[in-house]
């Protein structure tokens, strides 16, 4: 005889929602994220504003923030916060990577964003299952529609 437990899971929608709330609620009441900077025209442009000490101590910010909301969301809806917090790190670096290709002023002069970077990373290359699994790129999507 196997002993089931019941483990907490909402539907991703609810869960979407009560985090959308939850993120609306703590930027107007208790912390406002600064949104980092990654224009650049040139190296000293890059070293000077992307790579400056603020500048990382506000990515680094808005990573823990990030992790924080991820592992939340992964928990009410019955994924791996294990698997969401070994794949986390990897899918923010290379969405930063691809926010400082973008801000490049000769790439934005093309009109490419970081979100092309993104889909040929994701469809050109074979991403790992344990890796695909800890995305959760529809829950950060749909967060992205309730607000």
Known sequence: MSIKTKQLSLHEDWTV???GFLIIGISLFV???EVP???WSNGSDLLADVFAVGNLQVLLVQF?????IGSIAAFLIGKSV????LGFPVVYLLTILALIIAGNTFIKGLNLEAVIFSLVIGNFFKLPEWFRSALSTEVFVKIGLVF
């Open 37 to 39: 900077v990654f224009k």
């Open 64 to 68: 823990i923030y990030l992790t924080a």
């Open 31 to 33: 912390f406002l994220p």
């Open 82 to 85: 294990k698997n969401f917090l």
């Open 17 to 19: 929602v009560l985090l």
